[in-house]
C-alpha cells in the first residue's frame, strides 16, 4: 500500500510539472496625467509666463529677500520647480548669471548618466537654454531664459521624493513639456 502511495505522489508530481513558471516582474504604480492646461502668471512680476493650472505658484522660502523667485508646485506629483530671476545690470552681468547656470547643472555630474544641452529661441526672440540629466540626479531639467541685455530667467525641476526616476518619467516627461511651453510663454517687461 505505501508502495502505491509513493508511486502515486511521484506520478502527480511528473505529471503535473510540465511547465516552468516564472515569478512576475514588479509593477509600477498607474499615475494618471491630466491634459495640459495653462494660466497667466499675474501681474507683478518682471517676467510674465504661461504656466500650469495643475501647479500653484508661492514665493520661494529659501530666499524671502528676493521677491521675483518663486516655486510651482505640482503638489499631486510632489514636484516643485524653482524660478530664479536676475535684472542683468552692474552685480550681475550677463556672464556670470550663465556660468552659474551651467556650473549648477555641472555639479550633477557625479550621479548623472547623461546630461544633454540644447539651445532654443522663443518666440520673442530671447535665447533659452535646456538641460536633460539622466540619472539618479535631484533635478533631472533646469533651464534659463534671457534677452542677454537686461533679464535672466532660471529653472529647475526637483522632485520631493526618493523614488527611482525612472519611476518618475511619466511625471518628468509630463512637467517637462509643461516647462518648455513656459519658457516659450517668457515675455520680461522693460
Same mark, same amino acid.
Given at each position: 500500500?505505501? +508502495? /502505491?502511495?509513493?508511486? =502515486? ?6 505529471? =503535473? ?18 491634459? %495640459?492646461?495653462?494660466?497667466?502668471? &499675474? &501681474? ?37 520647480? %524653482? ?5 542683468? =545690470?552692474?552685480?550681475?552681468?550677463? +556672464?556670470?548669471?550663465?556660468?552659474? @547656470?551651467?556650473?549648477?547643472?555641472? $555639479? /550633477?555630474? !557625479? ?9 532654443? #529661441? ?8 535646456? @538641460? ?7 533635478? $533631472? *531639467? $533646469? *533651464?534659463? !531664459? ?12 526637483? *522632485? ?11 511625471? #518628468?516627461?509630463? #512637467?517637462?513639456?509643461?516647462?518648455? /511651453?513656459?519658457?516659450? &510663454? ?5
Amino acid at each position: 500500500m505505501r +508502495k /502505491h502511495l509513493w508511486f =502515486g505522489i511521484l506520478l502527480v508530481g511528473l505529471v =503535473g510539472c510540465d511547465k516552468t513558471y516564472l515569478p512576475k516582474p514588479p509593477g509600477y504604480n498607474r499615475i494618471d496625467l491630466p491634459a %495640459h492646461a495653462f494660466q497667466k502668471l &499675474s &501681474s507683478g512680476y518682471p517676467y510674465q509666463i504661461d504656466f500650469s493650472t495643475y501647479s500653484r505658484i508661492e514665493a520661494d522660502s529659501f530666499n524671502l529677500d528676493e521677491d521675483t523667485w518663486v516655486n510651482l508646485n505640482y503638489a499631486d506629483f510632489g514636484a516643485k520647480v %524653482h524660478l530664479t530671476y536676475k535684472r542683468i =545690470g552692474n552685480n550681475f552681468d550677463f +556672464k556670470k548669471l550663465s556660468n552659474d @547656470a551651467f556650473r549648477l547643472t555641472s $555639479q /550633477h555630474q !557625479v550621479k548623472a548618466y547623461g546630461i544633454e544641452e540644447a539651445v532654443m #529661441i522663443t518666440p520673442e526672440g530671447y535665447t533659452g537654454v535646456v @538641460a536633460e540629466l539622466t540619472g539618479e540626479v535631484p533635478t $533631472q *531639467f $533646469q *533651464f534659463f !531664459v534671457t534677452d542677454s541685455t537686461n533679464n535672466f530667467l532660471r529653472g529647475a525641476l526637483y *522632485f520631493n521624493t526618493a523614488m527611482k526616476n525612472d519611476s518618475l518619467a511619466p511625471v #518628468i516627461e509630463y #512637467i517637462k513639456a509643461d516647462m518648455v /511651453h513656459l519658457m516659450n &510663454s517668457v515675455k520680461f517687461e522693460d
